[in-house]
């Protein structure tokens, strides 16, 4: 059963997704790395909420035009965030998946550029 205090929520248009896939496998699916976007950092409250509450961010939710996809965490990167894996059990079949990074301070953001 998922535990909505272990969900971290990424806003509507707050994905970033990569147009490349880094993999494919043998039947031909797609995956595309994606992490959220570092402007809207809503994502990181409920990442400190989780973390507050002594829990472990296990899954992430994202709405999607009028889907909802659903991440499962996969590991842990060091200090650095977490990975998700695409839940095939609870997202529509598709030819395009997506890994997603999350991470743990917004110092380890792919888009972090440093400042005040």
Same mark, same amino acid.
């Given at each position: 059963m998922k535990n909505k205090s272990q969900t971290i929520r990424i806003p509507k248009g707050q994905l970033w997704k990569s147009a490349t896939p880094f993999a494919v496998d043998s039947k031909g699916t797609k995956t595309h790395l994606c992490?959220?976007?570092?402007?809207?950092?809503?994502?990181?409250?409920?990442?400190?909420?989780?973390? +507050? @509450?002594?829990? /472990?961010?296990?899954?992430?939710?994202?709405?999607n035009g !009028?889907?909802?996809? $659903?991440?499962?965490?996969?590991?842990?990167?060091?200090e650095e965030g977490w990975y998700y894996r695409w839940d095939t059990e609870? +997202? @529509?079949?598709? /030819?395009?998946?997506?890994?997603?990074?999350?991470?743990? !301070?917004?110092?380890? $953001?792919?888009?972090?550029k440093g400042g005040k």
């Open positions: 992490w959220p976007r570092i402007d809207n950092p809503d994502w990181l409250k409920d990442l400190q909420d989780v973390l +507050n @509450a002594g829990d /472990t961010p296990r899954f992430v939710t994202h709405q !009028k889907f909802t996809w $659903h991440f499962v965490r996969d590991c842990w990167h060091g609870r +997202n @529509a079949n598709r /030819t395009d998946e997506y890994r997603l990074f999350i991470p743990s !301070k917004i110092e380890f $953001h792919p888009d972090y």
